[in-house]
């Protein structure tokens, strides 16, 4: 069984940076396409990132140009370095595999972002 853990979140003021990690038991990374999803209060979990085996990578609109995602198989950790967070990046952050597994969900970390 995969587990998944994240970290990295914290509180950061709006322009900031954050890079977060999500660390595998096993060697997901390199057979699985894999994502970095938020759910902010109130609204739904959504992908903001992909990143496939071959490494081809998408980004939803609105974090284009600002978040980074990649990987480091050698060592089964995956990130996802963002750069000028707004507020309404503010959510909790999760890895999986995309397309998600429910039973591979994790805690998540806190990223917010706040003057």
């Known amino acids: 069984q995969v587990q998944l853990v994240e970290s990295g979140g914290g509180l950061v003021q709006p322009g900031g940076s954050l890079r977060l990690s999500c660390a595998a038991s096993?060697?997901?990374?390199?057979?699985?396409?894999m994502g970095w999803y938020r759910q902010a209060p109130g609204k739904q979990r959504e992908l903001v990132a992909s990143?496939?085996?071959?490494?081809?990578?998408n980004y939803v609109d609105s974090v284009k140009g600002r978040f980074t995602i990649f990987r480091d198989n050698a060592k089964s950790t995956m990130y996802l370095q963002m750069n000028s967070l707004k507020p309404e990046d503010t959510a909790v952050y999760y890895c999986n595999r995309q397309p998600p597994r429910s039973d591979y969900w994790g805690q998540g970390t806190q990223v917010t972002v706040s003057s």
């Open positions: 096993g060697n997901i990374f390199s057979v699985r396409a």
């Open positions: 990143i496939t085996i071959d490494s081809t990578t």
